[in-house]
C-alpha cells in the first residue's frame, strides 16, 4: 500500500487537500471520485509523482469476481475470507489491487457495499445497489446470483447479433477485396491491351477501361483519396454529433427503428427490475437507467418520472410517454396488482429479447443470400465488361 497526496475540488468548487492509502494512483483516484472529489493533482507520498499503471494481464472483471465470490460463500467462507482467498489467488495485477482496497475497507469497519461503491470504474451503481440490498435482508450469495443472471440475460442477445453479423461482414470483407482487385489491378492492365480498340468498344466497356486507365495512370494519388477518405470516415465515426446524427437516421427506418427501440427497452424493463429487485426506488430506478435509451428517448422517460411522481402507475406512465410496448403495458398492469414489478419487468425484457432473436436470425437468412447475390454480380458484370470485347473478336472472325 502507498500513501498519495491528493489535492481536489469537492461538490461545491472548494479546494481540498487529504491523504489516501492505496495499492496505485488509479485506484486512490478511484476512491478519491467515490467521495465525490475531482482530482486534479496526485503525488506519491515524498514528492514523487504516483506513475504505476495497472496491469492488464490482470484486468478486473465485476462478472468474474462476482462468480468466484458466489462459489466460494456456496462452498461455507465467509465474506472476508472468500475475499482474502481471491487476492492471494491474484497476488500481481489489478484485480489484487482491487481486492486489496475492498479488504482495507472492510477491516476498517466499512460495509461491503460502502468498500465497493468507493471504486465506481470497477462496480457499477447496479451492483453497488444489489449488495447494499443484500446486507438489508443477509443474502448477499442470492443477490450476486441474480446480478450473474441479469448479466447472462443481458449479453445473451447481444451475442445473437454479432454472431449473426460475422459471415455477413466476411462475405462483404471478401467482395469488396476481389471488386478492389479487379479494378484497381486487372482492369488497368486491360484497359493497355485494348488502347487501339477505344473505337469498337461497348459503350460500357469503354468507361470501365477509361476507368482502369485513369487509376493506372494515377494510382498514387488514387490510394492517397481511399486512405484519406477512410481516415475521414473513422473519425468521424468517433465524433459524438455524427454518431448521433447517424442513430437518427437509423431509427427513422421503418422496420430497423422499430427493432432498435424494442431492443433498448427491453434492456430499460432489465435494468429497472433487477434494480427494483435489489430494493432500490422507482424513480431512483428509473433514473439510474436512462443512460440505456437513446437521446431521443430520454424525454420521454423524463415525463414518465414526472407522471409517477403524480401518482400515475408504472404501466400508464411509461405508456403515456412512448417507453411501453402493448405486451410490456399489459404485463406490468399484472405485476402491479401482485406487487412483484421487479420480477415481472424482467419476464417482459425476456419476452421482448426472444423477439428481436428472432427477428435478427430471420432478417441474417433472408439477408445472406441477397447480400451474395450482389457480390455475385457485381463481380461477373466487371469481369464480363472486361471480356466483351473480346467475345465481339471471337464472332467477328467466325
Given at each position: 500500500m502507498q ?11 472548494n479546494?481540498v487537500?487529504?491523504?489516501l492509502e ?5 485506484l486512490?483516484r ?5 467521495r465525490?472529489?475531482?482530482?486534479f ?8 509523482l504516483?506513475?504505476l499503471r495497472?496491469r492488464r ?13 458466489t ?7 465467509n ?11 491474484d497476488?500481481?495485477?489489478e ?9 482495507d ?9 460502502q ?16 449488495v447494499?440490498?443484500?446486507?438489508r ?7 450476486l ?6 448479466q ?9 447479433v ?5 459471415y455477413?461482414a466476411?462475405?462483404?470483407?471478401v467482395g469488396?477485396l ?6 484497381f489491378y486487372?482492369?488497368p492492365?486491360?484497359?493497355r ?12 466497356s ?9 487509376v ?5 494519388l488514387m490510394?492517397?483519396?481511399?486512405l ?8 468521424a465515426?468517433?465524433?459524438p ?10 431509427w427513422q427506418?421503418?422496420a430497423l427503428?422499430e427493432?432498435m ?6 434492456r430499460?424493463y432489465r ?7 435489489a430494493?432500490v ?9 436512462q443512460?440505456?435509451l437513446?437521446?431521443?428517448l ?6 414518465a ?6 401518482g ?6 411509461l405508456?403515456?410517454?412512448?417507453l411501453?410496448t402493448?405486451v ?6 399484472v405485476?402491479e396488482?401482485?406487487?412483484?414489478m421487479g420480477?415481472m ?6 419476452f421482448?429479447?426472444?423477439?428481436v ?7 441474417t437468412r ?9 457480390l455475385?454480380?457485381a463481380?461477373?458484370l ?17
Amino acid at each position: 500500500m502507498q500513501q498519495f497526496s491528493i489535492h481536489a475540488v469537492d461538490p461545491q468548487r472548494n479546494i481540498v487537500s487529504l491523504e489516501l492509502e492505496a495499492p496505485s494512483e488509479a485506484l486512490a483516484r478511484e476512491q478519491a471520485r467515490g467521495r465525490g472529489l475531482e482530482v486534479f493533482a496526485l503525488e506519491a507520498k515524498g514528492g514523487r509523482l504516483a506513475a504505476l499503471r495497472l496491469r492488464r494481464s490482470g484486468a478486473f472483471s465485476a462478472t468474474l469476481f462476482s462468480l468466484e465470490l458466489t462459489t466460494l460463500l456456496e462452498a461455507g467462507l465467509n465474506l472476508v475470507e472468500a475475499l482474502q482467498t481471491l487476492a492471494e489467488k491474484d497476488a500481481h495485477g489489478e484485480r489484487h489491487e482491487v481486492l486489496a482496497v475492498v479488504l482495507d475497507a472492510i477491516h476498517r469497519g466499512e460495509p461491503f457495499s460502502q468498500a465497493v461503491a468507493a471504486l465506481p470504474g470497477h462496480f457499477s451503481p447496479l451492483y453497488v445497489a444489489t449488495v447494499k440490498a443484500a446486507e438489508r435482508t443477509g443474502s448477499l450469495r442470492e443477490a450476486l446470483e441474480r446480478y450473474l443472471a441479469y448479466q447472462e440475460e443481458l449479453g445473451r442477445v447481444k451475442k445473437k447479433v454479432v454472431s449473426a453479423s460475422i459471415y455477413p461482414a466476411i462475405l462483404v470483407t471478401v467482395g469488396a477485396l476481389v471488386l478492389a482487385f479487379l479494378v484497381f489491378y486487372v482492369v488497368p492492365r486491360f484497359a493497355r491491351v485494348y488502347e487501339g480498340m477505344a473505337g469498337t468498344l461497348p459503350l460500357f466497356s469503354r468507361l470501365l477501361l477509361a476507368f482502369g486507365s485513369f487509376v493506372g495512370n494515377h494510382w498514387v494519388l488514387m490510394v492517397l483519396t481511399l486512405l484519406s477518405a477512410l481516415g475521414v470516415s473513422l473519425w468521424a465515426f468517433f465524433q459524438p454529433a455524427f454518431r448521433s446524427w447517424l442513430s437518427v437516421r437509423l431509427w427513422q427506418l421503418p422496420a430497423l427503428g422499430e427493432r432498435m427501440k424494442v431492443y433498448q427497452l427491453s434492456r430499460v424493463y432489465r435494468t429497472t427490475g433487477m434494480l427494483l429487485c435489489a430494493g432500490v426506488p422507482a424513480l431512483r430506478a428509473l433514473d439510474m437507467v436512462q443512460g440505456l435509451l437513446g437521446a431521443h428517448l430520454r424525454p420521454g422517460l423524463a415525463q414518465a418520472m414526472r407522471l409517477i411522481e403524480q401518482g400515475r402507475p408504472m404501466s400508464d406512465a411509461l405508456g403515456a410517454a412512448g417507453l411501453a410496448t402493448p405486451v410490456a403495458t399489459r404485463m406490468m398492469r399484472v405485476g402491479e396488482r401482485s406487487g412483484d414489478m421487479g420480477r415481472m419487468l424482467g419476464q417482459i425484457a425476456r419476452f421482448h429479447d426472444d423477439e428481436v432473436a428472432r427477428y435478427v436470425e430471420w432478417f441474417t437468412r433472408a439477408f445472406e443470400p441477397v447480400l451474395m447475390a450482389c457480390l455475385g454480380l457485381a463481380i461477373g458484370l466487371v469481369v464480363v465488361l472486361m471480356y466483351m470485347p473480346i467475345f465481339e473478336l471471337a464472332g467477328s472472325l467466325q
